[in-house]
C-alpha cells in the first residue's frame, strides 16, 4: 500500500507495472489475502475495517465490514472460499462469504490466534488453554476436543485430510 492506502497488485512474470490498483481508503493495509480461485482480494486494515475486493476489476465487493476487534493480524479464506477467518490480538472471528464476494454473516468468535479450516470447508480447528478443538461449521457447535496439548505460550495449527498438527511457535 502507498500512504494514501491504494493497493497495488504485480503479476510476478512482469514487475513492472502494477496490473491492479485498488484505490485507497484511509488506513494503511495491515494483512490481505487472496481467495482460493484467485478471484477476491480480503485487506485487513490498521484501523480494524476488512473489505473484500473483486481481484480482476478492483471493485467492492459489498460494504466494509466494520471493526469489531482490535488488533487485526490477519486474515483467511477457506481452502473452498466460502468463509473468512479474521485474526485478532485475542480471538478470531468466521465469516461467510457470499457468491459475490460479499461477507456479511459472523458465524463465530472463538476465544483462540491459532485457527485452521479443514481442506473440506466443514470443520475449523481451534486452540484454547492446552486443548485443540475441532467446531463444525454447518452445525456451528464443538464437535470433539482433538487433542490435549501441554500449557503452551504460542500455538500453530495446521489442518490436513487426515491428521491435524499443532506445533509450538
Given at each position: 500500500?502507498?500512504?494514501?492506502?491504494?493497493?497495488?497488485?504485480?503479476?510476478?512474470?512482469?514487475?513492472?507495472?502494477?496490473?491492479?490498483?485498488?484505490?485507497?481508503?484511509?488506513?494503511?493495509?495491515?494483512?490481505?489475502?487472496?481467495?482460493?480461485?484467485?478471484h477476491l482480494l480480503a485487506?485487513?486494515?490498521?484501523?480494524?475495517?476488512?473489505?473484500?475486493?473483486?481481484?480482476?476489476?478492483?471493485?467492492?465487493?459489498?460494504?466494509?465490514?466494520?471493526?469489531?476487534?482490535?488488533?487485526?493480524?490477519?486474515?483467511?479464506?477457506?481452502?473452498?472460499?466460502?468463509?473468512?477467518?479474521?485474526?485478532?490480538?485475542?480471538?478470531?472471528?468466521?465469516?461467510?462469504?457470499?457468491?459475490?464476494?460479499?461477507?456479511?454473516?459472523?458465524?463465530?468468535?472463538?476465544?483462540?490466534t491459532a485457527v485452521a479450516?479443514?481442506?473440506?470447508?466443514?470443520?475449523?480447528?481451534?486452540?484454547?488453554?492446552?486443548?485443540?478443538?475441532?467446531?463444525?461449521?454447518?452445525?456451528?457447535?464443538?464437535?470433539?476436543?482433538?487433542?490435549?496439548?501441554?500449557?503452551?505460550?504460542?500455538?500453530?495449527?495446521?489442518?490436513?485430510?487426515?491428521?491435524?498438527?499443532?506445533?509450538?511457535?
Amino acid at each position: 500500500t502507498d500512504t494514501e492506502g491504494a493497493l497495488r497488485i504485480w503479476n510476478i512474470t512482469d514487475a513492472g507495472t502494477p496490473c491492479l490498483t485498488v484505490q485507497g481508503r484511509g488506513p494503511r493495509t495491515s494483512t490481505l489475502a487472496f481467495s482460493p480461485n484467485g478471484h477476491l482480494l480480503a485487506a485487513g486494515y490498521g484501523d480494524g475495517t476488512i473489505r473484500i475486493w473483486n481481484a480482476s476489476s478492483g471493485s467492492a465487493c459489498g460494504q466494509p465490514l466494520a471493526p469489531l476487534k482490535g488488533g487485526l493480524y490477519y486474515v483467511a479464506f477457506s481452502p473452498k472460499g466460502g468463509y473468512l477467518l479474521s485474526g485478532y490480538t485475542d480471538d478470531a472471528i468466521l465469516w461467510i462469504v457470499g457468491s459475490q464476494g460479499t461477507a456479511t454473516e459472523v458465524i463465530q468468535d472463538f476465544p483462540s490466534t491459532a485457527v485452521a479450516f479443514s481442506p473440506n470447508d466443514c470443520f475449523l480447528y481451534y486452540h484454547v488453554a492446552g486443548q485443540i478443538y475441532c467446531w463444525d461449521i454447518e452445525e456451528r457447535a464443538d464437535v470433539r476436543r482433538v487433542l490435549t496439548l501441554p500449557p503452551r505460550l504460542e500455538v500453530t495449527i495446521s489442518a490436513h485430510p487426515a491428521r491435524v498438527q499443532a506445533v509450538d511457535a
